[in-house]
Each structure stands twice: as C-alpha cells, then as structure tokens.
C-alpha cells in the first residue's frame, strides 16, 4: 500500500471511533437511567448512584472513558491526524495511543448530553399508538331514533 492509503485507513478507523463512542455511550447512558426494559436495574439505584447516572455529562463521560480504553487496547485511534506521511508510522506506536481514553472522555463529556437530549425530545415526540388488542367501544347513543 502507498503511503497516502495508509494515512486515509488509518484516519477511517480515528474518525470511526470518534463516531462511535458518543453513539455507544449515549445508549448506554439511556439504557442505564431511561430505558423500561432495564427499569428493575435502574429503579434499585442507591440516591447517590442515581444522581450520578441521571447527569448525562458524568455518566457520559466514564462510559466514553471505558470505551476509550476499550478501542485502546484494541489499537485503534481516536482522530489522531498525522501532519506527515512519514510520521505515520510513529503514531501507529502503542505507546502514543495512551490518549485515546482521555479524548474518548472528553468527546462523551462533551456529545452525549447532547445526543442524549435530542434522543429523548425524539422519543417524546412520537405519539402513543392505542391498544390494538380490546376493541373500542363505539358509542351508538347518536345512532339511536325515537
């Protein structure tokens, strides 16, 4: 592969990253304090957890860190942008990665209370659809004739 590819694969995988760990955390941030189906984990939360975990900034800020670390040991990037092709190869060093997590951090710091706001504003607006499994009752009192 040239040089010029392997710069434009490696970006892929930062800016994938970056993509993904606000989406990642923003999930969990709504699974851990909004979701219904894990409404038995979350309503058993201790006062101090749960103040914890309704901050969206707090809790998207560990859940990005823990995915930083993840896509750290995994050796991907997080928007590291090479100014040269020939410093590539330094920023592919394990060693230099160790800033994923931190950045993760500060992307979820930063993203998830804003994900997490226009995600339940979407969720608010979609209207209640009714209970297709009784039937309705209709009501005859205006089709009745003396």
Known sequence: MTASVEVAAYLAKGVTVAVLIPVLSTVLYYLGYWAQ?????????????GTFMHCPACSGTWFAGALGVAAWLAGLPFLI??????????FNQPGLRWVTPLLAALWGTFWVPKLAVRYLADLSAIPEEP???TEQEVDHSAQEQP
């Open 81 to 90: 942008f090479p100014p040269l092709h020939s410093t590539l190869a330094a």
């Open 131 to 133: 209970n297709n499994d």
């Open 37 to 49: 189906v894990t409404e038995p984990i979350w309503s058993r939360y201790s006062p101090r957890i």
